[in-house]
C-alpha cells in the first residue's frame, strides 16, 4: 500500500509539529498522548467483546450499578472510566478531571504533581449499543485550570466551550480512529493496531455547508416542541415541500458514530428538547458530549447550536447539565435555528 504524505505522520508527529509552531505546549502534549494511550487499551477491551467478558451491565445480578444521570451502568462504561482514570490521575499535566460516571471532578492526588489542565470525558459513548456490537466511543474535552487553583473542583471545569484548548473523540468501530482539534482545525488518525500507533489519515476535515441527510430518533416526535415538529416535518416532505428537495435519514444512536458521519460527508444531527427530557434541560450532556463536538465541528467548518444559542458559548451552571443539540452542517443547522426563532418570535407576541 503507499502510503500518502499524511499517513506517514503519526499523531506524535502532529503534536510535535503544534508544540514548534507554539500552538500547544509540551503538558498538552503529553496529555493528549497520555488520552490517546488509554483509548488504545479500551479499544482492546471493546474489541474482544464477549471473549473479553466485558459485555452487559455492571453490578451485580438483579442489582444494576447506577450512575449520577440515574442510567443503568454497562460494565464497559465502568472499565473506560478506570482506564481513563488510572492512565491520567499520576501524569503530571492534570489539576483535575471529570466524567459522565462520576458523580463529582475527581482532584489529583497530593502525592502526584500536577498540572494546569482539566479533561473531562464521556468514557464510553453510545452505551446501548455495546451488546450489539455497534460502533461505540470516546469523547473528551480540555479547558485549562484557572489561575491559583491548586485543588480543582466541579466549579473550576463551570467554562463556556469557548474556554476548550483541546476537543477530541474516538470511535471504536471497524477500525479505531481518533479526532482531534487544538484549536487549529479537526484531523482524523487511524489506530494502525500492527504498530499500535494513531497515523493521520485525514487532514482538515470538512464539512459541507448544506445536506440532504439528517439524523435524530424519530420515536420522540411525538415528545417534540412544534418548531422541531414542522423542521422534521419540512425534511420529510422532501421537494414537495418548503425544502424543495430529499432529505435521507441515518441513526446510530451513539453520538460519535453519528457525528463522525457527518465530520466525514456532512449531515445534521439533532437531540432536541422533548417532553420528556424537558425536566432534565435535554438528553446529551454539555460539558463532555455537545462542547467537545461543537469545537471539532466547528473547526471542520460545520455550525453547534442549541436551537437557540450557539452551543460553546452556553454559560454551564453544572458538570452534568443536559442540554439539545443541532450539529452539523453549517447552513442547515442554521435552517433549524430559524424555524426555532420564527416559532418563538411568533409566540412571544402572544
Ligand atoms: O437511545 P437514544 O434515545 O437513541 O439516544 C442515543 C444517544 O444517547 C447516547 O448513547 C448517550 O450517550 P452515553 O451512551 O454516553 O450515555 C448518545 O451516544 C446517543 O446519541
Ligand atoms: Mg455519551
Ligand atoms: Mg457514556
Request: glycine share 10%; charged share 20%; net charge negative.
Amino acid at each position: 500500500m503507499s502510503s500518502s504524505p499524511t499517513q506517514s505522520i503519526s499523531l506524535t508527529r502532529y503534536l510535535i509539529e503544534e508544540q514548534r509552531a507554539g500552538r500547544i505546549n509540551a503538558d498538552l502534549r503529553l496529555l493528549i498522548e497520555v488520552v490517546a494511550r488509554a483509548c488504545k487499551t479500551i479499544s482492546i477491551a471493546v474489541g474482544k467483546g464477549a471473549l473479553g467478558g466485558v459485555l452487559g451491565d455492571a453490578g451485580t445480578p438483579g442489582v444494576a450499578s447506577m450512575n449520577i444521570q440515574g442510567e443503568a451502568q454497562k460494565k464497559l462504561d465502568v472499565l473506560s472510566n478506570e482506564i481513563l482514570l488510572e492512565a491520567n490521575a499520576w501524569g503530571g499535566h492534570l489539576a483535575g478531571l471529570a466524567s459522565e460516571e462520576m458523580d463529582t471532578s475527581h482532584p489529583i492526588p497530593d502525592v502526584y504533581p500536577r498540572g494546569n489542565y482539566l479533561l473531562l470525558f464521556d468514557p464510553l459513548d453510545g452505551s446501548s449499543n455495546i451488546d450489539v456490537n455497534i460502533s461505540v466511543g470516546t469523547i473528551f474535552s480540555v479547558l485549562r485550570c484557572p489561575d491559583g487553583v491548586t485543588n480543582a473542583a466541579d466549579e473550576h471545569f463551570l467554562q463556556p466551550g469557548t474556554q476548550q484548548v483541546c476537543a477530541g473523540y474516538t470511535t471504536y468501530g471497524p477500525s479505531t480512529m481518533l479526532v482531534l482539534t487544538v484549536g487549529n482545525g479537526t484531523h482524523a488518525f487511524t489506530l494502525d493496531r500492527e504498530v499500535g500507533s494513531f497515523m493521520m489519515t485525514t487532514r482538515g476535515m470538512s464539512i459541507p455547508e448544506e445536506t440532504k441527510e439528517f439524523a435524530v430518533n424519530m420515536s420522540n416526535q411525538r415528545f417534540w416542541e412544534p418548531p422541531m415538529q414542522r423542521y422534521v416535518g419540512d425534511l420529510l416532505s422532501g421537494k414537495e415541500g418548503p425544502r424543495g428537495k430529499d432529505f435521507n435519514m441515518r441513526w446510530v444512536a451513539s453520538m460519535v458514530a453519528d457525528v463522525h458521519r457527518i465530520l466525514t460527508r456532512g449531515g445534521i444531527f439533532s437531540y432536541p428538547l422533548d417532553s420528556k427530557c424537558a425536566p432534565k434541560g435535554g438528553k446529551l450532556r454539555l460539558m463532555y458530549e455537545a462542547n467537545p463536538m461543537s469545537f471539532l465541528v466547528e473547526q471542520a467548518g460545520g455550525a453547534a447550536s442549541t436551537g437557540r444559542q450557539r452551543m460553546m458559548e452556553v454559560q454551564p451552571t453544572g458538570l452534568h447539565q443536559r442540554v439539545p443539540v443541532f450539529i452539523g452542517s453549517k447552513k442547515e443547522v442554521e435552517a433549524a435555528v430559524r424555524y426555532h426563532a420564527e416559532h418563538d418570535t411568533s409566540h412571544s407576541s402572544k
